[in-house]
């Protein structure tokens, strides 16, 4: 079966110095793979290649066999709802000026060309799933949270039936108990969905709890290990 | 004997949708020598703690209550009186070092600033400086001190902070949320940095944080902060072994380590709190009757507020 993503020798330098180099991996659908770092590593601006939001320096991005740095404006349009990416800064992430309503049903409503108060009533049901209430998107973002915006996030992510999210340490900001409420809810989601995900954290339990494989960015090099092995290698990390 | 000792602590704000409580009738003491940990989530109240015993508040802020520092009362004493204590005997290591740390002045220049301040003799500076930078586990001292606050990771500059607050040898040091925003590595140096205070045994720490690992190996004592108060304070490695109080419980069980459980619902807002418990709504065991607000009781040798333990 052809993987859902395949990274091929990726690298990206920004004429300074590589800042990552030779990283390949593959992702099936509803799998779970983790990018773990320090800072400065380069696992988000690796995340950012493989969805097309930064230019790969060497290598190529696979997804579904299609190469996304060569895919035509149109089709790169048709594939942007299947592939999604939540970020670290919940409340950067929302327009300041937008109401929830709104902004959450903004990608729906420009995919499917619809009105966005339509597309709004579709979104119920997901928005009990994330445990929100219809009300509380008639607010502005900096009347929520940070927990709640990131649910809010979730539901205007999961609105496009997305294959691959890539997830940008979506709980580093967040307090312990509301990241546990946001990874089980990204977690039953992606379950329901077949969701893939790429998980970029610095918080290796966050990683074992999340992920089936977990890739390690050390200083120019990658690779990818099981659960198990990278147990024992974020074991030698602890104090 | 208790270096600080904070009772009926009282902190509100006055808003457009009504008073905020964000501290209520807060009890607690920090001991010589001492590292106590307040946790608790965002909005919890814990930090307003730390700015009240600094002076710190916003002046809006009503305040009430009394705060002892070796046995002299602080909270409502002036300014002046104050400032004779704040960065001598009491310092901060602040929330976000890179905002609390001077963008144009070399890293070594502001921890001799503090020396210069304590009338330490201008030619000791460098060397005490030096001294200073070394027991904070810098590999470079000299290189660090001629360095601006840009040229170092985050991490760097967390300890760089907490050199600057130590640089008085202060006798009480506030620590706020030292390991927000750092990532594994430099978090592990900031641990192991606490534990090195820890082990000289001479430093009294009230540290405020939500990083419950952090808390659980440096800790002697724990508070748990829900809504503004103290729901479970006591021997910090009790209160994390075997937590009393359902809030501490679901707190626990939220680690990743632990299975990641997560407690339903969220924490009522400051302005619109409850009659009763505060945490009724969420608590897997509530009590039928909910009219009266639950207090402050010994149970096992820790304070728990809750009816039902």
Redesign the interface.
Known sequence: MQPLLSAECLSKNYGHGDIFRDVSFTVDAGETIGLFG???SGKSTLGRCLIGLERLSDGRVLFEGAEVSKLSERRLRELRPAMQMLFQHPEMSMDPRMRLCDSVAEPLAYHEGRERSDVFSDLLPLIAAVGLRPDQFSCYPNQL????IQRAMMVKIYSLSPKLIIADEPTSML???????I??LMKNLQKKNNTACVFIS?????M??MCDRIGVLGEKTFRVMNAGEFAGYAAD??? | MNILEVSELNVAFPTRRGLVRASQNVNFSVKEGEICVLIGETGSGKSVIGQAVLHLLPQNARVSGSVRYAGEEILLISEQKFSRLRGHEISLIPQNPTGSLDPLMRCGQQVAEVLDVCGVPKEEHSSRTTSILSALSFSDPELVAASYPHELSGGMRQRLTTGIALAASPRLLVADEPTKGLDYAARKRTIEMFLNLKRRGTDSVLMITHDLELAEMIADQAGVLYSGELVEFGPAADVFSSPLHPYTKGLMAALPKNGMTPMPGMCPGLAQLPDGCYFHDRCPTPCEENHVHPLMHEVCGRQVRCSRC
């Open positions: 320090m800072s400065g949270s940070g927990g709640e307090d312990m108990s509301v990241q546990a409420q990874l089980g610095h918080d290796p339990q966050v074992l709890a990390l602890s104090v």
